[in-house]
């Protein structure tokens, strides 16, 4: 497995894999990787030759009061995980190389309707985050095929409505949701919850 973080350096790995024939597959994450992930790369390994797995924290995509500072960061742990399951990049670029000019005002991409409910009336701004880095991503990766999962359900529905409004010539894939054996939903976040939280999470399956 290679690592790459910067563009250049992704661009030049995947068009050799392209130029020899392979069909490209992408799993974007925010790391931290769990057996969810994992599932995402087996999906994207049996669809695709070769498979690119971004990890990247996606300032983007976080409102003023959330919690990009203290969102988990394994990027040792994560990469053990990915090379053993077989992934043959891992693009791990820094902020500054996904947004040269910083967080200043800049091309944004706007999902409608669907990001008004649920999540997105929660989170004013997140699917914008989410819809402009996948963009930006696809744009850098150009996949034949992306795999999400279906955990974060809008998003799933987002990025449908993304690439289709904007004809993007790439197959989205969904995964199940993977679930600890009571039934939570598995997410980097779980290690937020405070013990109450942990113990009635589950009902929500
Ligand atoms: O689901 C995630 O981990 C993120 O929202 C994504 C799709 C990697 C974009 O930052």
Redesign the pocket.
Known sequence: MQTLTSVDALRRAVNKARKAGKTIGFV???GNLHEGHLQLLRRAKHLADCVVV?I???PL?FGANEDLDAYPRTLAADKEKLFAEGANFLFAPTVDAMYPEGMKPQTLVSVPRITDTLCGAARPGHFT??AT??TK?FNMVQPDVAV??EK?FQ?LMV?RKMVGDMCMPIDIVSVATVRETDGLAMS?RNNFLSSKERRVAPRLH
């Open positions: 974007p994450t925010m971004s990247f924290v996606n995509q985050g989410v880095v996948v991503l999400f999962g974060d998003q990025i980097s």
